[in-house]
Each structure stands twice: as structure tokens, then as C-alpha cells.
């Protein structure tokens, strides 16, 4: 099988705390879906690789997403998510799904598949690496890859260059560049990065509410797009929905600064909701629609 676009990450039901002490409970969510869901509002029906239960309610997804290789689990990952004040939030496994490892892709999962983009939502640093190497020798020509926050702290920079070698997009959140360099703020670690792998097509930093920045390889200047959401319910999955966006117009243009557009719009949607509603909702006129207002708001700066 050869797909277009595939997102492989993780499948979940989150249950909610908010910083003003209001809560959501068993809101379908996961990386996976909402980057899939990112990606859909541009290209039709991305491949999902990620295990699911029988618990989570498909039916919502309203055939959006291609969900037939997503391997089946006894039931779906369980998070508690809890947000600060400031936008940043964590999320912890419940007990009974404590152990990742059995809700996250396997190279197993790739036998017999290939596709044109994927996008590795975060997933360990090691199964990200192992993906991403195998995704590529098997034809896979765009890779992005998000990375999880929990984990960056501990790795090495031969590490985090082993991963950067060979992919094409690499999206990490404010929260995430924070772990990989505490204290510096997302252009210096924007400057860090590009240091570090230089060859690297894209490398974006959302930043949440501020928007994204965003550098293309061998260009003296980076792009700032601010946020384009006009009402904020739930950030949850915004970041997730950026990348999909994102991965498909880099594909369809080769542009960071499209790429950083598509990715803006998508993540505008996934806001307006708890859950992944505003996003499936969403049709391809509202998103020209926002994509245009976007464009005129992009500025350039130095790096």
C-alpha cells in the first residue's frame, strides 16, 4: 500500500484539567489524530498508525482519517492533561496505561506500507529515530517529526543529530526547546538548532498563543506568522494539528513559509473546541478564507 500523507504517533482519551480549575473528561484525542486531522483539512483521508481500542469513538472522526492501519489494543491510551497558567501543560499516562511503549507504532506496523509524507507525532527519541530511518529506506520522501518535551533534557547532541540527519521538518513547541535548552528563548534556540544541522530543510518553533517562527536551509532570514484563532477554548491538539498542516504544504510546495501557513490554519481550527470537533467541521473554503488573511500578517526578520 502507498499513501500520501501518514501521521504515526499515539491514539487517546484525555481527561482535562484547565488552569482556572475547569475539567473536560474522556475527550478523544491523541498526536496522531490531531495531526491527521491537520493534515486532512487540506489532503484527503491521511493513513493513521497508531494502536486503538474498541473505547474510542471512532464514529466521531466522520471518515476523515483512514484508521485501517492502526493496530487494535484491548483499549486506548489514557491521559490525565493538566494546563498552567502560562500555556504549558503536561501529560500523564493513567495507571492502567502507564507503559507507552504498547500504545506507540512499531517498525512491525510498517511492513508492507509505504508513503509520500509522514509526520512521527512525539514518540520517544529512540522510536522516532528507528521511524524515521526505516520510513526513509523504504521511499518515504517528506519527513516531519514533533518531539516529546519529556525526554529531550537527558538526550545527547549526537542524539538529537542522529534524528535531524534524516528528516525534512523538524516542528518542536516552545515547551519542547525549553527542555532542549532551558532559559533561552525559541529564536536563540531557533539559532541553536540551525547550528546544529544546518542541511535541515525546515525547522518551525511554535509558540503557542505568539505564533510560529520558521527558517528555511541556507536563508539569511527567518518568517514570524502570528496566531490566527479569533476565540480559544482549547488549546489541546493545536500543536498537533499545526504539524499535519504543515507536513502537507511543505509537500504541495516546497515553501517553509507555506508550509508555516497551512500549518496556522489547521491549528486556528483545533482551538475553537474541546476535542477534535472544529477540526473535522472544518471545510476547505473557511481555510482559503483564514490562509489569506494569514499571508498579509507574515514578517521577516534577520536570524
Not at 533534557?153 to 543529530?161: C, H, I, R, Y
Not at 533561552?184 to 539559532?191: G, K, Q, V
Not at 504544504?249 to 483545533?270: K, N, Q
Request: glycine share 8%; proline share 6%; aromatic share 8%.
Amino acid at each position: 500500500m502507498r499513501a500520501a500523507v501518514c501521521t504515526l504517533g499515539n491514539i487517546s482519551i484525555d481527561d482535562l484539567v484547565f488552569a482556572d480549575g475547569s475539567t473536560q473528561w474522556c475527550i478523544p484525542g491523541g498526536n496522531a489524530i490531531y495531526s491527521a486531522l491537520g493534515a486532512a483539512l487540506w489532503q484527503h483521508r491521511p493513513v493513521v498508525m497508531a494502536p486503538v481500542g474498541p473505547d474510542y469513538p471512532t464514529d466521531v472522526l466522520q471518515e476523515r482519517l483512514d484508521l485501517s492501519r492502526c493496530p487494535r489494543v484491548p483499549r486506548t491510551l489514557r491521559n490525565w492533561g493538566l494546563y498552567e497558567d502560562d500555556g504549558s501543560r503536561s501529560f500523564i499516562f493513567r495507571r492502567d496505561t502507564r507503559k507507552w511503549e504498547e500504545f506507540s507504532p512499531t517498525l512491525a506496523d510498517l511492513d508492507g506500507f509505504v508513503c509520500d509524507a509522514a509526520h512521527l507525532a512525539p514518540l520517544r527519541w529512540e522510536l522516532q529515530i528507528a521511524i524515521a530511518e526505516r520510513l526513509r529506506a523504504d521511499g518515504t520522501r517528506l519527513i516531519s517529526v514533533d518531539p516529546d518535551d519529556r525526554y529531550l533534557s537527558a538526550l545527547s547532541p549526537e542524539t538529537v543529530g542522529r534524528l535531524l540527519s534524516d528528516i525534512d521538518l523538524f516542528l518542536p513547541s516552545r515547551q519542547d526547546v525549553e527542555a532542549l535548552f532551558p532559559g533561552r528563548s525559541p529564536l536563540d534556540a531557533l539559532r541553536r538548532l540551525r547550528a546544529a544541522a544546518p542541511e535541515l530543510p525546515a525547522i518551525a518553533i511554535k509558540c503557542g498563543a505568539k505564533g510560529v517562527i520558521i527558517h528555511a536551509a541556507d536563508d539569511a532570514d527567518y518568517f514570524e506568522l502570528p496566531a490566527i484563532a479569533g476565540h480559544v477554548v482549547d488549546a489541546t491538539g493545536a500543536g498537533d494539528a499545526f504539524s499535519g498542516g504543515a507536513l502537507v504544504g511543505y509537500a504541495a510546495t516546497r515553501s517553509v513559509i507555506e508550509a508555516a501557513l497551512w500549518g496556522s490554519v489547521s491549528a486556528s481550527f483545533a482551538v475553537e473546541a474541546t476535542g477534535p470537533a472544529q477540526l473535522i467541521a472544518a471545510t476547505k473554503e473557511c481555510a482559503q478564507s483564514r490562509l489569506a488573511q494569514l499571508r498579509a500578517r507574515i514578517s521577516t526578520h534577520p536570524l
